[in-house]
């Protein structure tokens, strides 16, 4: 039987740090998947998300809500990828002053999908990343974000209407060029 997050998150506070492992296991996929959007870069994204954890894990008592997880747990993970991106603007002039490096080329990375997914609304990307990335059903999807089914469900379908017209029109352009 699967634990809610509501409890986990108890565990942790009460003493059993070692519970938050569940938490990372559950949420890690989707978080990586939102930075990687975010930062446009794996290797960083996998550095944010980690941090996004361990910010996670040492602010728990901060959180009120603790239905509220996921999408807290977003908002550290939007914070550090404005971070990364500060950062990296400051070395942006460096950086033009080196050779163009070569597109990170990674099978499991369609970097189409991740640049349609990056043109999505906020509340769009996160609901597909908790279905498709967290693993989590509809009904799991409602109650962490405290929403109704059928508005998880509504907004699901425009999710991925708008990911396909996304993914069509960067098709009709790249045959365009």
Known sequence: MEQSDKYLIQLCL???PDEFRHLIKRYQSAVLAHLTCKL???TTAEDAAQETFVRAYFSLSSLKKHESFPAWLFGIANNIAKEQLRNMNQFTDLDSLAE???KEQNPENDFE????FAKLPDSYREILLLRFYANQSCQQIAANLNMPIGTVTKTLS???DQL???LE???KDEVQK
């Open 14 to 16: 009460d003493g059993r």
């Open 40 to 42: 446009r870069n794996k």
């Open 100 to 102: 163009p490096a070569e």
């Open 113 to 116: 999908l991740q640049q349609a």
């Open 158 to 160: 425009r999710a991925y």
């Open 164 to 166: 396909r017209g996304l």
């Open 169 to 171: 029109k960067q098709k």
